[in-house]
T-cell receptor, first 115, second 111 residues
């Protein structure tokens, strides 16, 4: 298996632009997680899905952020409009089951820079 | 503040030495997990220890958990240059499905 795939790996954009990050989880995994990593705040869970349904989006910073999972093999995280403080590394992870029982497998991340 | 905070923030050792990293947390947990992150890469799961376990081994890794002190330690024995990475503890609390990650320890193993 190729593991969790994320695209793009790097994104540089200007403030106010829309940014879309993509994730393909490991086939057969029922859970998908979006995380954000910054030096100041560390690694934070933004949202997670179970069987394509968003379960907990309490970590989404504000309405500018939205996430979708139209099918079991694809998810997007969208930021519109983007701001410089959104600059971070965004990770997608997937797992077979609950966080306490199954390992989460992380993708390589998307490094976002908003100018 | 972070649920899990690792100590030290940075650690530099020579190849062959042992490396010990500590994690403290604030609230009761169901389990605690350790992850490794190589520079520019995603996190890789290393080991999970449940709240009713005190010690667990996996290869050169040894993890301890002291729930009375709300702390855990990760010991890497006979370190190698390839162990150079950041190490994070993550805790699962309550009945949810959310892992809370600590601030991480940057380990550098020099030849």
């Amino acid at each position: 298996d190729a593991g969790v795939i994320q695209s793009p790996r790097h994104e540089v954009t200007e403030m106010g632009q829309e940014v879309t990050l993509r994730c393909k989880p490991i086939s057969g995994h029922d859970y998908l997680f979006w995380y954000r990593q910054t030096m100041m705040r560390g690694l934070e869970l933004l949202i997670y899905f179970n069987n394509n349904v968003p379960i907990d989006d309490s970590g989404m910073p504000e309405d500018r952020f939205s996430a979708k999972m139209p099918n079991a093999s694809f998810s997007t995280l969208k930021i519109q409009p983007s701001e410089p403080r959104d600059s971070a590394v965004y990770f997608c992870a997937s797992s077979l089951g609950l966080a306490g029982q199954e390992t989460q497998y992380f993708g390589p991340g998307t490094r976002l820079l908003v100018l | 503040s972070q649920q899990g905070e690792e100590d030290p923030q940075a650690l530099s050792i020579q190849e062959g030495e042992n490396a010990t990293m500590n994690c403290s947390y604030k609230t009761s947990i169901n389990n605690l997990q350790w992850y490794r992150q190589n520079s520019g890469r995603g996190l890789v799961h290393l080991i999970l220890i449940r709240s009713n376990e005190r010690e667990k081994h996996s290869g050169r890794l040894r993890v301890t958990l002291d729930t009375s002190k709300k702390s855990s330690s990760l010991l890497i024995t006979a370190s190698r240059a390839a162990d150079t990475a950041s190490y994070f503890c993550a805790t699962l609390t309550g009945g949810g499905n959310k892992l809370t990650f600590g601030t991480g320890t940057q380990l550098k193993v020099e030849l």
